[in-house]
């Protein structure tokens, strides 16, 4: 936006300031002048034919051509613009002015962000202090939005190059190690990511977005001690999550804390976490709350928890298929079933919530519950990691022990 508000006031005052003349004829000089002072007027079109005219008269009037490029950038008329620019640093080589404008255009409204990393670098090989190390914070950008552009297309590794790019332009940058560490992460160059997640909150202590992206990265890498520190970090950096983020070191705390058997902290941090959460988080917030009273056995917490998830987020499945495995251990089979049916909607928890709802038939065991559980056995054996489980279940219904065989 910043970019596009300064790229704004250069339009306005583009010709008032020129450099220093080169030498051209005085008639292309003449039509020069009246150009600008065309545009000055706003008189585009008129404007542009002037220094058309100029460039006829002399085709080494690299301002003329400036002028056109000006113009048609007012015209909006991008490549004639890009075209023009071009033809006044040809004539030219050391015009950095046009160098500027160009890359300007070619980042913020053509996002042609190779092409204007050129220009930039151009540019610096002509004068390095140019505008006040404008310039630099210019590439910068220019590598920084060609990254994301990238990861966007999941080409991670070119990303990460663009990024390292601008860490090199600007080494003080937290957030662009941060981008980098992101890049690094998706392409599972873990360690690299964790040298620049680190650079990131080295440079920047309250970085909260850094500190939870490397707990998650320790988390990815079963670095559970790790993990833990960086998601309080997090936590301590911006504890009412005013960054809507921040949320996730909650919750993924929460389920480290979960998996390494301090079901009691989870419960304890997520019940903090359902204080300061946005509300299209507080779901995944009472979910993993709802898990961490389960561990616990506290299963008619994990009920509450559950219910309160789906008041935020009636659909979600993982909420139903928890609830009804809370129900189930609670023995309240009919709620259960009920749970458990509206999260057979989902691709993900649709085969658990058919095994779960065999196991509920199975000890509940109404008029015809045999059928049924085999019914929704049946549909574990679509999956693997249910089929054993599924099998055995169904060999046990059809041949209970302690009924005789045929044929013994």
């Known amino acids: 936006m910043l970019l596009r508000v ?11 300031v020129q450099p220093a003349w080169t030498q051209v004829s005085p008639e292309s000089a003449e039509k020069y002048n009246s150009g600008q002072d065309l545009f000055k007027k706003r008189r585009y079109q008129d404007a542009l034919a002037a220094f058309e005219d100029a460039v006829k008269l002399d085709a080494k009037n690299a301002q003329a051509y400036r002028g056109m490029a000006k113009t048609y950038q007012k015209l909006r008329n991008y490549p004639q613009a890009v075209e023009s620019f071009q033809m006044a640093v040809g004539v030219k080589p050391d015009y950095v002015e046009a160098y500027y404008e160009l890359g300007q ?17 151009s540019l610096l090989e002509v004068n390095p202090d140019f505008q006040e190390g404008k310039v630099r914070d210019l590439l910068k950008a220019a590598y920084v939005k060609h990254g994301s552009g990238y990861h966007r297309q999941k080409n991670y590794k070119k990303a990460a190059a663009q990024y390292e790019n601008a860490t090199q332009l600007d ?11 992101l890049a690094h992460r998706s392409a599972r160059n873990y360690t690299k990511a964790r040298n620049a997640f680190t650079t990131a909150t080295d440079l920047n202590p309250k970085y909260a977005k850094a500190h939870r992206a490397l707990g998650d990265l320790y988390r990815i890498t079963k670095k559970n001690s790790q993990a833990i ?30 998996s390494t058997k301090q ?3 989870a419960v304890t941090m997520l019940q903090k976490a359902v204080t300061v959460s946005p509300k299209n988080r507080k779901a995944k917030v009472y979910i993993a709350l709802g898990f961490a009273h ?25 909420a139903q298929y928890r609830l009804a495995s809370a129900h189930f251990e609670l023995k309240n089979y009919q709620n259960a079933l009920n749970a458990a049916r509206k999260a057979t909607g989902s ?19 109404p008029d015809g519950w045999k059928e049924k559980a085999i019914a929704n056995y049946k549909k574990g054996l679509k999956d693997r990691r249910n089929k054993k489980y599924c099998e055995d279940k169904i060999d046990r219904i059809l041949n209970p022990m302690g009924e005789e065989v045929e044929g013994e």
Not at 249 to 257: D, M
């Open 171 to 181: 080494p003080t940058d937290a957030t662009v190690f941060y981008n980098l560490g």
């Open 6 to 16: 300064f790229t704004a006031v250069v339009l306005s005052a583009v010709l008032l």
């Open 263 to 265: 079901a009691a902290k």
């Open 105 to 121: 255009l070619q980042l913020t409204t053509l996002r042609e962000y190779e092409k204007a990393q050129s220009s930039f670098q």
């Open 347 to 365: 691709s993900k928890f649709r085969v658990p919530a058919h095994v779960l709802m065999g196991d509920v038939f199975d000890a509940w065991r």
């Open 294 to 318: 389960t561990q616990r056995k506290h299963f008619k917490s994990a009920v509450s928890a559950f219910t309160q998830a789906l008041k935020f987020d009636g659909r979600n499945s993982e």
């Open 229 to 258: 520190r960086s998601y309080k970090k997090a936590i301590d950096s911006d504890p009412s999550c005013k960054i809507k983020s921040t949320i996730h070191a909650y919750i993924n705390l929460g389920k480290v804390y979960t």
